[in-house]
C-alpha cells in the first residue's frame, strides 16, 4: 500500500524589520507568500490527499489553509512541525549587522554541529519524523500534506538520507512554498520527491 506525505515548507513571510522571527506570534505570510500557498495548492490539486496538518505558526497555518479548503478538509495541528527553537528570536542576525556584532552572543555560536544557539538538530529529525509518520497513518493509502519550516524540513531530509545533520545553511534545498514529497511503501520510505511549483528562492531570503 501506497501513501505519501507531502511536507510543505510555507510561503513568505511578511517581516519588514528583518529579524529572526523564529517562532514568535504573529508573522503571517505576505501577499507574495499568500500567492504562493495558493500555487501549492493548485499543484496538489489533483491529488488524493486526506490529511493536512500545520506548525501551529501563523504562516504554516496561512499556508495550508487554501490546499486544506481545496479538498473540503480541516487543517490539523501539530505542534512537533514548528520552527526550530533559536536563541536569537527577535533579533536582527544578518551577516555584518545586528546581534553577531555584539560579543554577549559570541559564546552561543561556540558548537555549529549542535547548534550550539538553537534546538538540536537531532531532536528536530525525532519530533518531524514523529510529526510524519502520525500523518502517513491518518492517511492510509492515500497522501497528507505537513506544512512546516525549512530547517525542520532540511533536517528531516538529511536525516532520512542518513546524512549529517550538520550542514551549511546556504546549500538547503527547501525553497519557500516547495514540496518535499514522502513515498511510502507501507509503513516504509521508498522515495523522496522535491518540487518547486513557485520556483526557486535562495535559502537566506528574506521573509523566509
Given at each position: 500500500m501506497n501513501t505519501v506525505v507531502h511536507v510543505v515548507r510555507h510561503g513568505e513571510v511578511h517581516n519588514p524589520e528583518q529579524i529572526l522571527y523564529g517562532r514568535l506570534p504573529g508573522f503571517g505570510l505576505?501577499?507574495?507568500?499568500?500567492?504562493?500557498?495558493?500555487?501549492?495548492?493548485?499543484?496538489l490539486a489533483g491529488h488524493d490527499i486526506t490529511h493536512v496538518v500545520a506548525?501551529?505558526?501563523?504562516r504554516a497555518q496561512?499556508?495550508?489553509?487554501?490546499?486544506?479548503?481545496a479538498h473540503r478538509l480541516d487543517v490539523?495541528?501539530?505542534?512537533r512541525l514548528i520552527e526550530a527553537g533559536n536563541l536569537f528570536e527577535g533579533l536582527r542576525v544578518s551577516v555584518g549587522d545586528g546581534a553577531l556584532r555584539r560579543p554577549e552572543h559570541w559564546s552561543k555560536l561556540r558548537n555549529p554541529f549542535l547548534p550550539s544557539w538553537g534546538e538540536p538538530y537531532v531532536d528536530i529529525a525525532r519530533r518531524m519524523l514523529a510529526a510524519v509518520?502520525?500523518?502517513r497513518a491518518a492517511a492510509e493509502g492515500h497522501e497528507a500534506v505537513c506544512v512546516s519550516h525549512q530547517l525542520p524540513i532540511w533536517t528531516l531530509r538529511r536525516f532520512l538520507e542518513a546524512r549529517p545533520l550538520w550542514h551549511d545553511p546556504r546549500q538547503r534545498q527547501c525553497s519557500l512554498a516547495s514540496i518535499t514529497s514522502l513515498v511510502f511503501d507501507d509503513d516504509q520510505l521508498a522515495e523522496i520527491v522535491y518540487s518547486e511549483p513557485a520556483g526557486t528562492t535562495e535559502p537566506k531570503?528574506?521573509?523566509a
Open positions: 505576505s501577499s507574495r507568500g499568500q500567492r504562493q500557498a495558493l500555487i501549492v495548492a493548485e499543484a506548525s501551529p505558526l501563523q496561512e499556508t495550508a489553509a487554501p490546499l486544506a479548503a490539523a495541528t501539530d505542534e509518520y502520525r500523518a531570503v528574506t521573509g
